[in-house]
């Protein structure tokens, strides 16, 4: 029995993680898998209302009671500092430790891509993003603020640790998944300190995997090729910052962000699952969101826990529905969320 923690979080995220649950439910009536959920009302709502975004105490609690989260998407107009969403998703990713944001960027079905003569095996990869340094962890600040000479200063931080575990991390990936070559992306012509680290780490950890062919993209180029010539990519490691943007192109070219998934993954504790998407406020509560992403999510959340064959039963059943146009409009077809989700689910019972 694994217990997962349910947060829907904000916005549209409500709508595509109750698709995602009806999906848990479907798989665990199917294939007799047995999961408990335990759902938390985490997000923008709890916070207006009573000052709570993640409660003291919880982090322990996931830690020991909890096998993994889901998470939905966190963001608000009503809180525009997203006071709420840092605490709970900066709160998990760093108090957790989940230094690897595992992103597949992965093609189901040729009609979905904006690019020309691309096939499923032609885009199939992983990038791997650097998950807790970098510009994101909030060290900076202003001087002269509001002023004509205003200065605002926002760190990166490249710790050896930090880059070594996450590159790491990337070549047994890249070992599991039987790919031959692992690229690192950075930007070290022009970042000559942060990013000097990232080259010499990526040697030194590359000699620990010498039956790994490696290989280097300046960024704004590895931008470029994933466009020109996605099929070189079979595992690729950055930095938080530029994972994170590299993820929103690669997004696209299978399909949109409505289908992209990812695993946020501590080796040696509860990790958290989450669709890449935001909250879309101008999306929430009408029903039109695509669930795929985040039912995609469920897949990389099962397979982590060892549920191969129930994550491939998803996979299978998502790939049917783009094949018979039963998706939400962002994907071209007629569907509501909620049903896209029953779609997914109608497919799932298919194949028992
Ligand atoms: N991890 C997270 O929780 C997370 C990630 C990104 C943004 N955000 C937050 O979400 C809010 C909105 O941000 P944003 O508009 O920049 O990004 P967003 O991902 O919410 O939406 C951008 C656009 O992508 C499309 N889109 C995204 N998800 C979709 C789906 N499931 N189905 C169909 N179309 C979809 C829509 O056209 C949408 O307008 C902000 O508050 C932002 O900070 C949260």
Redesign the pocket.
């Known amino acids: 029995m694994k217990r997962i923690a349910v947060i829907p ?1 904000d ?3 409500i709508d ?1 993680t109750r698709e995602a649950v009806k999906v848990i439910e479907t798989i665990t009536q199917v294939t007799g898998t047995r999961v408990e959920l335990v759902h938390f009302d985490y997000g923008a709502e709890k916070y207006l209302r009573e000052g709570i975004s993640l409660p003291e105490g919880m982090l322990e609690t996931f830690r020991r009671e909890y096998d993994a989260i889901f998470l939905g ?4 107009p009503r809180v525009p500092d ?1 006071k709420h ?1 840092a605490d709970i ?1 900066f709160g998990l990713r760093f108090g957790l430790d989940l230094f690897a944001n595992v992103r597949p960027i992965k093609l189901l079905h040729p009609k979905l891509t904006p690019l020309k003569n691309c096939t499923e095996k032609d885009l199939n990869f992983t990038v791997v993003r650097e998950n807790t340094e970098d510009m994101y962890v909030g060290i900076g600040g202003f001087f002269k603020k509001n002023t004509d000479d205003e200065v605002a200063i926002q760190e990166s931080i490249n710790t050896r640790k930090g880059v070594e575990r996450v590159i790491e991390f990337a070549f047994k990936l890249a070992e599991a998944e039987g790919a031959t070559t692992l690229t690192m992306s950075d930007k070290s012509n022009a970042l000559r300190y942060g990013h000097d680290l990232w080259q010499r780490v990526f040697e030194i950890v590359g000699k620990r995997y010498p039956h790994i062919k490696q290989n280097h993209w300046y960024i704004d180029a590895l931008s470029m090729q994933m466009v020109k010539k996605p099929s070189q990519f079979k595992v690729v490691v950055t930095s938080n910052v530029f994972g994170d943007i590299v993820t929103d192109l690669g997004a696209q070219l299978q399909g ?3 289908l992209a998934a990812s695993a946020n993954i501590n080796p040696n504790g509860v990790c958290m699952f ?2 890449v ?7 929430a509560g009408k029903n039109v ?2 669930p795929f ?1 985040a039912i995609l999510t469920v897949q990389l959340m099962l397979e982590h826990l060892g549920y191969k064959t129930e994550g491939r039963l998803i996979e299978n059943a998502v790939r049917h529905c783009i094949v018979e146009d039963q998706t ?1 409009q ?1 994907l071209g077809g007629p569907l509501s969320t909620v049903e896209a989700g029953n779609a997914v689910c109608h497919a799932i019972r298919a194949q028992a």
């Open positions: 979080g916005g549209i995220g595509v998407a966190l963001g608000d997203m969403a998703l949109g962000l409505g989450e669709p998407h935001g909250s879309a406020p101008k999306y969101a695509n992403g939400t962002d």
